[in-house]
Each structure stands twice: as C-alpha cells, then as structure tokens.
C-alpha cells in the first residue's frame, strides 16, 4: 500500500514540527548569527515559525483542490534542508546546523515522496514542478529579506 498525496502533505507538517523543535533547541538563531550572518532574534523565530505551521495546515488542507500548495511546501523543505542545513555544515566543515538532524532525516525523504506520490497520482507536470521549486524559493527568501530589510533607514519606526 502506498502513501497517498495528502498523507504526504500532512507529514511535511509533522516534519516541520520537529525540526522546529530541533532548531530551537539547539540555539538555531546563534547559530545563524554566527555562520550565515542573518540577524535573527527569537521573536523572528517564533513568527516566521508559527507562520510556517499555519502554511503546513494550509497546504495539507488544500492537498486535493490546490495540489501546488503541498509542493511548494516539499520545495521549501528541500531549500531548507540544503541550503540552511547541509551546505553550511560542508562549508563550515562539519559544524552543526540546529536542524540538520530533521532535515536529513525527514525533510529530503518526506519532501521527495510528496513529489513521488504527485507523480504517481497525475498531478505532477512539468509547470507544477518549476512552480514549486519557485514558490518555495520565495517562501525561503521572504523572511531573510526581511530581516535585510527591516535595518535600512526607510524602513524603521522609530521616531
């Protein structure tokens, strides 16, 4: 028997879930700061996170009417996972990334599943494939440019 689409989908949330919990516990924002010089509070954390649990009840709710959502968030998973995660333990030769664990573990295999079973079920075509890998770019992209962002003069608050 094979797992279906939205079963996948609802297992990229699960994924996410621990590797939330992964990150945070082992002190991903210092670790960010250090390595890959974004800067991040635990504030940013919490929301970016909390939005990327309400994206992964979105996407898995929405499986069967708008199958790109659970692929965008396989994309991102995937993003996540080699660009936050293994390269930067390549490149930092073998420091740990806070989340690397889950990311290996099972974003790489949940993600390439929810891709597998949306190919087997029909639902993968050339455009959803090159729509996903873009849609769950900008989703990686969108809190980092932020967090760029939000330090240039236009756009603080501050009186």
Same mark, same amino acid.
């Given at each position: 028997?094979? /797992?279906?689409? *939205?079963? $996948? !989908? $609802?297992?990229? #949330?699960?994924?996410? +879930?621990?590797? /939330?919990? *992964? *990150?945070?516990?082992?002190?991903?924002?210092?670790?960010?700061?250090?390595?890959?010089? @974004?800067?991040?509070?635990?504030?940013?954390?919490?929301?970016?996170?909390? !939005?990327? /649990?309400?994206?992964?009840?979105? &996407? !898995?709710?929405?499986?069967?009417?708008?199958?790109? =959502?659970?692929?965008?968030? =396989?994309? #991102?998973?995937? /993003?996540?996972?080699?660009?936050?995660?293994?390269?930067?333990?390549?490149?930092?030769?073998?420091?740990?990334?806070?989340?690397?664990? +889950? =990311?290996?573990? @099972? %974003?790489?295999?949940?993600?390439?599943? +929810?891709?597998?079973? =949306? !190919?087997? *079920?029909?639902?993968? +075509?050339?455009?959803?494939? #090159?729509?996903? @890998?873009?849609?769950?770019? #900008?989703?990686?992209?969108?809190?980092?440019?932020?967090?760029? @962002?939000?330090?240039?003069?236009? %756009?603080? &608050?501050?009186?």
């Amino acid at each position: 028997m094979s /797992i279906g689409f *939205e079963t $996948w !989908a $609802w297992l990229g #949330l699960l994924a996410y +879930t621990l590797h /939330i919990m *992964e *990150e945070f516990s082992f002190d991903w924002r210092d670790w960010a700061r250090a390595v890959i010089g @974004l800067p991040v509070e635990w504030a940013d954390f919490y929301v970016t996170n909390a !939005a990327v /649990i309400v994206l992964g009840f979105a &996407q !898995a709710e929405m499986a069967r009417l708008l199958p790109i =959502a659970p692929l965008v968030f =396989a994309a #991102l998973m995937l /993003i996540n996972a080699t660009f936050f995660h293994a390269l930067p333990m390549i490149f930092t030769r073998g420091r740990f990334s806070p989340g690397t664990f +889950t =990311a290996v573990v @099972l %974003f790489y295999p949940v993600a390439i599943g +929810t891709y597998c079973a =949306a !190919a087997a *079920e029909g639902l993968l +075509t050339t455009g959803m494939l #090159l729509g996903s @890998l873009v849609g769950g770019a #900008l989703l990686m992209a969108y809190p980092v440019a932020m967090l760029r @962002l939000r330090g240039r003069p236009y %756009f603080r &608050q501050a009186p």
